[in-house]
């Protein structure tokens, strides 16, 4: 909290990292952060519903499949995990949330918010 506290102001957006640490004290971030108007971007999903501006952060049901389909083919299929592809969500979604968008004074292009989700 004290490197956050620091750079309160001077930065121009924090980005959350996904570790259960900082995720589990976004609350707390958001105190430090709001009276400076900056906004916290995350790539872990549930955070803009908990008080992030924003987030783009992929489909756990989507990354499930594919991480199923990676076993099958190292359990089933008998193929080296050096041949399995590392697979990412290719469409994230990018989740806003409009409260936090009044707080710090955001207005978002139209182009990015007709593909965005908006939650209160």
Do not use: C, H, W
């Not at 971030?29 to 900056?38: A, D, Q």
Request: hydrophobic content about 45%.
């Amino acid at each position: 909290m004290d490197g956050t506290k620091q750079l309160s102001g001077k930065a121009d957006v924090f980005i959350l990292s996904s570790t259960a640490l900082v995720l589990d004290n976004l609350m707390s971030l958001l105190v430090i952060t709001n009276p400076s108007k900056t906004p916290i971007f995350s790539y872990a999903a549930d955070r803009a519903e908990k008080g992030a501006t924003a987030e783009l952060a992929a489909d756990d049901e989507k990354l499930g499949r594919m991480l199923a389909e990676s076993v099958v083919d190292v359990v089933v299929n008998k193929k080296p995990i050096s041949q399995v592809p590392v697979k990412t969500d290719p469409n994230p979604q990018l989740i806003i949330n409009e409260g936090q968008m009044r707080v710090l004074g955001l207005n978002f292009p139209d182009t990015i918010l007709k593909n965005a989700r908006m939650v209160k």
